[in-house]
């Protein structure tokens, strides 16, 4: 059945009322615009569920009419999952979905509904005395059913593992409306195959999620918190085998940054001055999270020794709040800064941690054959083996030119990450961007076995239409 999109508002406005559906396309950009602006199709309407009923309600009619639906959370996804695809779309936001179902600090676990953001959801761990120690630059506005319809990592991934290691339970609205109600804060569980984790980083394909139950960890009493200067990624590997050995899982993050990305800052105005202590090639975030009862000097004492080794060349050890805060402002603000400086070619991509290295090494090398004077300005999660290996424009290029080298620029660098055993997509998800790729480089039976998860759960092809899956 094909409806226009006034019989689509007209049935949305039945079902929850006009104060719960945008139907105007002029009202509308604030939802099909994402980060990137790589994506620009229409949606049929927006409707703004305020309850799981009121959600059930919409999936169940439009699973009876065959309207494609997109689940939207807090649309900072860097994929294009959250925003439609075809134009025939009606794009259901969780936003409103908010609010604490429970908190137990003894047990070590919060329920909360969906719409959450991560902000808040910090908040509430805090207030708890706790720490839900999942960290994104976007935790202002991601929230809580988006977090894990993409199975975020952050910076904290080393320690705590990704949102899929940090989730008890989730509950669900499915395409036709049924929910599957998974909220246990079990934690073995045997029953059966585990729905939770199908779930968790499908990317709304095959449910939509509206609430979890998520874990919580003590708050350390302190951080210890340095910006080493370190001459290549080899060096900051050995640092980080070091650092490990000594601090085991009190090391919660340790962050690769190259010199370009602080010197674009100070270029652009993003930082005031360079906190470094002096100029690096290569630059390590190190920082550790010190519990209750435990004194510090930990981190100072490793360095003391790598130092002496030739690891580590300089660095400075954050003396207040302020100064890591500044540290990891630094390291928030590379990608950032590069939409500043002029085009850019991104990749999240994983390797084992052990070939970090020569991922960087290959891979600048294999983008520069094919674009001469590309800028590489590979930096992030070194600890889990996760790289943005971004490159930015030539100085002095044309943008729009550069951009168009793009796609041989991603077939150099996925070649190297594959051939060093790697993932094409660490923790940004598959979304609409890389369905093509997914095609190419997925296992072919895994590749079937999920379309048959996706036909099995969603049989009319309603949830989230093209993504993923293609």
Known sequence: MTLSRDQIVSALTQILGAESVVGEPGQMTGYISEPR??????????????????LQAVME?????????VPQAGNTGLVGGQVPLFGDE?????????????????????????GTTLQEAHEIAEDAGMMFPLYIASQGSARIGGVLGSNAGGVQVLSYGNARELCLGV?????????????????????????????????????????????????????????????????ALELFTQLRARAGSTLTAFELMPRIGIDLQLKHGM????????????????????????????????????????IVTNGVIAGSLAQRETFWTLREQMSEVQSREGASIKHDVSVPVAAVPQLITLGIAAAEAVQPGIRAVAFGHLGDGNIHFNFSQPEGADGKAFMEGAEAVHEAVYAVVLELGGSVSAEHGIGQLKTKL?????????????????????????????????
Not at 61 to 69: K, L, N, R, T
Not at 98 to 110: I, T, Y
Not at 447 to 460: G, V
């Open 37 to 54: 602006k790589r994506f620009h199709k229409e949606a049929q309407a927006v409707a703004l569920p305020r309850t799981v009923a009121e």
């Open 61 to 69: 009619w439009a699973h009876e009419v065959g309207v494609h639906v």
């Open 90 to 114: 009606v794009i259901v936001s969780i936003s409103r979905l908010k609010g604490v179902r429970s908190v137990d600090a003894a047990a070590g676990h919060m329920t909360l509904d969906a």
């Open 171 to 235: 509950e669900a609205v499915l395409a036709d409306g049924s929910i599957y109600k998974g909220l246990n804060a079990l934690k073995k569980d045997n029953m059966g195959y585990d729905i939770k984790n199908l779930l968790i980083g499908s990317e709304g394909t095959l449910g939509i999620i509206t609430a979890a139950t998520l874990k919580l960890f003590p708050k350390p009493d302190f951080y210890e918190t340095a910006l080493l200067n370190v001459a290549s990624p080899e060096a």
């Open 271 to 310: 930082a005031a001055q360079d906190p470094s202590a002096a100029d690096s090639d290569w630059y390590v975030l190190a920082e550790i999270s010190v519990p209750k009862g435990m004194g510090g000097g930990a981190l100072e004492a490793a360095l003391e020794d790598a130092m002496g080794a030739g």
């Open 438 to 470: 997914l095609k190419q480089v997925k296992d072919p039976v895994a590749l079937s076995m999920m379309k048959s998860i996706k036909s099995a759960l969603d049989p009319k092809g309603i949830l989230n239409p093209g993504k993923v899956l293609g």
